[in-house]
Each structure stands twice: as structure tokens, then as C-alpha cells.
């Protein structure tokens, strides 16, 4: 038998549909709460990244306020400790400004508050400007500090609304300050550089101009006073010719020293000299110019050890500046005095030289350029400004190249007092022996080889030679100088001056074949260098030749006579047989 029962009575009936639909609302109302519990989760992340960030920017600002531009309020998010009793957390806008114009600065909150007017916050956010602000001074605790404000919108979330940040940028400030000065006086010098040398060559091209007219003008009057047979004439426009010559040469030597010293070249050549000789020899050049001119030359010089260590070459145009400026700028009747003297200090011994003289004086606002380069008194004179205005920035740098010290007192239309100190380190007795073989040094049969490719050069070399009472032999270029001296008997040559620039062979490739030659005198006969390059590079080039010395051009008669004298006397006594002698045991020894 079968039994057969309705569904609708196995699912009870009509209950079951609303055991279904509970069914159907428990689940909508489970998914409704993990939706909402996912963004709640995901919304307190968010408020947590929100929060962060906040408290990011709160580090960085001291003040930040949301401002509503739509009602014209304001709420504080973070308040400076300094105005929390006095601007409430939130309320109108003009409160704001109101207190912001208490602590600000004066002449700067206009701009503050025009900036950051409602109306021009509007105006920004309509232009689609985001990001705006500047820097103000405000004052936290009597003291005024550096400020950075800014207005922050995004229209998409809060159109009506930006956000105000302050933040103390004081310390940035002062150091970009800082540094804006350090280059605004870079440039300020760079400027002021640039306008000295500016000046300097228009002074430089008059300077030259000026000898050089005065040059060629007296040539030419020389050659007319000739063919009129007038020799007094014609030795008044020589003299004025030598006068202006050496004006030219002293412009060009200020400008070589200093741009050699610029250079770092300036090295020093110690040697052992006789100062009290070198002081004497220097003084005494401008002994007969003063006396002629009308002036008192007085001279002191208090040594108890003249033979020193030092650099005789410094140490003499350090002095002839000084002394040159002395008679420059004193008139008949006044006195120049050149007072030396030793002392020591600190178990050191050091050399104090004086420069004195009752003329015009300088300034109290020139005395502190006095030692600039291209610097001029500019005060009212008789005297007209002669020079170049190197020659005391030149003095300076030699006389700290020698470790010393130099000072300066001078009053207008009272006079000058020039005052240098140097270290010196006294030696033996060897530069007074070398001064007195020297002395004894004789031209007469000695033979000098000349190799000039200037025919005019050339000419003025064998006119002081033969006037020194030497024999010359002639060269015009570096290979017939090596032809002339192979042409000479051996040991006849007592010295070669060799010219550097010459055509065929120059001075350092011939003074390099002559020392190649396979004869003894080559090895040491004494070859000097005469060029227009005095820098320690071209020097050097011409040691590294295997030349003896140098003498600069336009050369000097006094130099060239003192420099072949003690290279030759040099040889001589290296030359020299020894003397045998006998000790006071017998045993016999070299002297």
C-alpha cells in the first residue's frame, strides 16, 4: 500500500514562505553590516592617514586655520601658544585679521592683509591659484622673526573654503640673507675690479702715451739739432730721451711684478749680500737727483752685522719704490732721510728701514688705499700724479713675501714716514770677500761672445763691452753663435750673451748644443741669458739649458757689469789650482 502526503504539508504548509522570507531578510541584513563594517574600517583608516597628515603639517606650522569664505569665518586647527588667550578657537574672519595686526609688523601687515583679504582669496580661487603666499615679519616674545603664509584650496572638495598655514622660516631666511650678501659683495667686488682695471689701462694708455711722445719728439729734435752741429742741444734732448725712456720702462716692469705676484710667482732668491753696501749703493742713485732738485738728502745706517741672508734684488726695489716716491713728491727746500738700523726681538734679528721726508703728505682717506692696486691720491696737489699706482701694492706684496711688515704716518702738507721690518738671518764674512775679488775684477783682455739677432741690440751690447774695455765677437742668431765659438781658440771665450729669441736657433737650443760640444771650455763657460721674460718659468727654461744667469731687457750697464764679473770670477776661481799647505802636524791639506 502506497501512502501519499503533500508537499505543502511536509514543508508545513503556508510557515515555510515565511521562514523564507526571514531567511532572505537575515542575509540582506548581514551584507548591510559588513558593508557598513568595511567602510567604517576603511573610513578609519582613512581618518588615521587623515590625522597623521594633520599632525604632520602641525609639526611644520605653528598656526593652521580653515577659513570659510562663503560665511566669512574661521576655525583654528592648531593655535600658536602665544595668541590662545586672546583669538578664540573659531569665529568671523575679521577677528583674525584684527589680532594677526597686533603681533605683525607694521610697515609690512598692509601687504598682509590686502594679500589676504576675503575678496582676494575669492579672486585666487576663481583664478584657479591653489597655492599662494609670501614672507612677513612677526613678532613672538619682542622679538621679531620671519614668517611664511600660505593660502591652500581644492575646489573639488571644498570650494568655498582654504586653508591658512603659518610657519617660522626665520633661520632659512637670515642664511639665504647671508648668502645673497656674500654674493652681492662678490659681485660688488667683481663690479669694482672691473672698473679699477678699467681705469687702470685708460690711466696705463695715457701713462705710456706720454713718455713715448716725448721719445720719438726728441728723436727727431735730436736729428735736427745734429745736422745743426748744437751739442748742447742735442744732450738736453738724449737726456730727456734716457728720462722718458726709463718713466716707459718703470710702467711696464709695475705691470709684469704684479701680474707675476698675482700669479703666485714671486718666489724669493736668497742669497748671502752685504745690506749696508746695497742700502749705501741705493742711496747713493738718488743722491745727486736731490741735490740738484734742491733737496736735503740725509742717510743713517746703524748695522753691527751687514752680511745677511735675504733676497738683494726685493729687498732693492723695495727701497728704490719708497725713496722714488720720496723725491717724487717733496719740493726744493724739503728733506728726504733713509734711516736704517738692526735690533732684536725675541732672540731674532731683525732690520728696520726708514723712509722719511717733510713733502706733501697724503690723505687720511687715501692712506687706507694707499696700498690697493691702481690706487691714486686724489687731493689737491701741485704735483701732478705720476705713475701707475702699483708701485706701493707691489711694495706690500714683496715686503710679506720677505715675512715682514710695513706702516705708513703721513699728514697732508707735513710729510711722509714709511717704516719696513724684516727678518734677516746675519751670516759670515762671504759676501764682503766676494765684493772685494770683485772690486779687484779687470776687463781689459777678456773676450765676450754677443749672439743678437737685433741689429740695434747687438750694437748697444758691444758698445758697453768695449766700454767695460772688453774684446766682443758677434753672432745674429743661435747657430752662428755656436759656429763663432768652435771658430776661438779654447778657454778665449770668458762669457757669451745669449739673446732668446733668434731665428734658426734659439738661445736655449744653442746654449744646449754649445755645452754638447766635445772641448773643455763648453762645459763651464759662463752663459748668460738676455730676454724680455723675467717670469721664474722663463728663467727656469734657461737654467734647465744649462745657462749660467740672466740678465733682463732693456739691459742695464751696472747689471750687466756686476753679473759677468761674478760669473766669471766664479769660473776663474773654480779653475784655480789649490793651494798646498801644511797643518800643524805636517800633514799637508788643500786651500
Known amino acids: 500500500m502506497i501512502i501519499t502526503t503533500p508537499v505543502s504539508d511536509i514543508l508545513m504548509g503556508d510557515a515555510n514562505a515565511l521562514i523564507v522570507g526571514v531567511g532572505i531578510t537575515a542575509l540582506g541584513l548581514f551584507l548591510l553590516l559588513a558593508f557598513f563594517t568595511v567602510q567604517d574600517f576603511l573610513h578609519s583608516r582613512s581618518m588615521r592617514i587623515a590625522n597623521r597628515t594633520a599632525q604632520l603639517l602641525g609639526d611644520s606650522f605653528y598656526a593652521i ?60 580661487v576663481h583664478q584657479g591659484i591653489a597655492d599662494y603666499g609670501g614672507d612677513f615679519q612677526r613678532q613672538f616674545g619682542g622679538e621679531y622673526r620671519w614668517v611664511n603664509i600660505r593660502s591652500i584650496y581644492n575646489e573639488k572638495l571644498a570650494p568655498d573654503e582654504v586653508i591658512l598655514c603659518f610657519r617660522d622660516v626665520d633661520d632659512e631666511k637670515k642664511r639665504g640673507q647671508q648668502h ?100 749705501t749703493d741705493t742711496a747713493d742713485l738718488f743722491r745727486d737727483q736731490l741735490r740738484e732738485a734742491g733737496k736735503t738728502f740725509e742717510v743713517s745706517i746703524q748695522f753691527e752685522e751687514n752680511e745677511v741672508l735675504g733676497d738683494e734684488k726685493k729687498i732693492g726695489q723695495v727701497l728704490n719704490n719708497l725713496l722714488s716716491n720720496a723725491a717724487k713728491y717733496t719740493d726744493p727746500g724739503d728733506t728726504v732721510r733713509l734711516e736704517a738700523r738692526q735690533f732684536r726681538f725675541r732672540g731674532n734679528s731683525k732690520y728696520q728701514l726708514v723712509v722719511e721726508d717733510t713733502g706733501i703728505g697724503m690723505s687720511e682717506e687715501f692712506q687706507k688705499h694707499l696700498f690697493d692696486p691702481y690706487s691714486r691720491e686724489t687731493a689737491f696737489s701741485a704735483h701732478p700724479v705720476l705713475g701707475s699706482g702699483l708701485g706701493m701694492s707691489i711694495v706690500k706684496i714683496l715686503v710679506q713675501q720677505m715675512s715682514g711688515e710695513i706702516s705708513v704716518e703721513s699728514k697732508l702738507g707735513e710729510g711722509t714716514r714709511f717704516t719696513v721690518t724684516l727678518p734677516f738671518t746675519p751670516v759670515g764674512g762671504a759676501a764682503a770677500e766676494e765684493t772685494r775679488e770683485n772690486a779687484a775684477f ?43 765659438f768652435l771658430a776661438q781658440p779654447e778657454d778665449s771665450i770668458d762669457a757669451i750673451l745669449m739673446d732668446m729669441q733668434m731665428p734658426e736657433m734659439d738661445g736655449c737650443e744653442a746654449a744646449r748644443a754649445i755645452r754638447g760640444l766635445p772641448r773643455a771650455d763648453a762645459a763651464d763657460v759662463p752663459i748668460i741669458a738676455v730676454t724680455a721674460n723675467v717670469f721664474s718659468e722663463d728663467i727656469d727654461r734657461t737654467t734647465r739649458a744649462g745657462m749660467n744667469g740672466h740678465i733682463p731687457k732693456p739691459v742695464d750697464a751696472a747689471t750687466l757689469d756686476r753679473v759677468m764679473q761674478q760669473l766669471i770670477s766664479e769660473r776663474e776661481r773654480r779653475k784655480k789650482p789649490a793651494r798646498i799647505s801644511k797643518d800643524k802636524t805636517g800633514k799637508e791639506m788643500e786651500t
Open 65 to 124: 586655520y580653515w577659513v570659510d569664505m562663503k560665511n566669512e569665518t574661521y576655525e583654528a586647527f592648531k593655535l600658536p601658544e602665544s595668541i590662545k588667550d586672546v583669538l578664540p578657537p573659531r569665529g568671523d574672519y575679521s577677528l583674525l585679521m584684527e589680532t594677526m595686526s597686533e603681533v605683525v609688523r607694521p610697515s609690512t601687515f598692509q601687504a598682509v592683509e590686502t594679500s589676504f583679504s576675503i575678496e582676494n582669496m575669492r579672486q585666487r
Open 442 to 484: 779687470c776687463w781689459q783682455g777678456r773676450c765676450v761672445l754677443v749672439a743678437e739677432d737685433n741689429e740695434i741690440n747687438r750694437e748697444i751690447a758691444v758698445a758697453l763691452l768695449e766700454q767695460m774695455g772688453a774684446r766682443v765677437i758677434t753672432a745674429d742668431n743661435g747657430a752662428h753663435a755656436v759656429q763663432a
Open 180 to 279: 645673497t650678501a656674500v654674493l652681492q659683495a662678490a659681485l660688488d667686488a667683481a663690479r669694482k675690479s672691473a672698473k679699477d682695471r678699467s681705469e687702470f689701462f685708460s690711466r696705463m694708455s695715457h701713462d705710456m702715451r706720454t713718455p713715448l711722445n716725448a721719445i720719438l719728439g726728441c728723436c727727431n729734435l735730436a736729428k735736427r739739432s745734429l745736422g745743426e752741429n748744437d751739442a748742447d742741444q742735442t744732450r738736453d734732448y738724449l737726456g730727456k730721451i734716457s728720462f722718458a725712456g726709463n718713466q716707459l720702462l718703470d710702467l711696464v716692469n709695475d705691470i709684469l711684478d704684479l701680474s707675476r705676484m698675482e700669479a703666485g710667482k714671486g718666489s724669493l732668491d736668497q742669497k748671502p749680500m752685504d745690506l749696508h753696501r746695497l742700502l
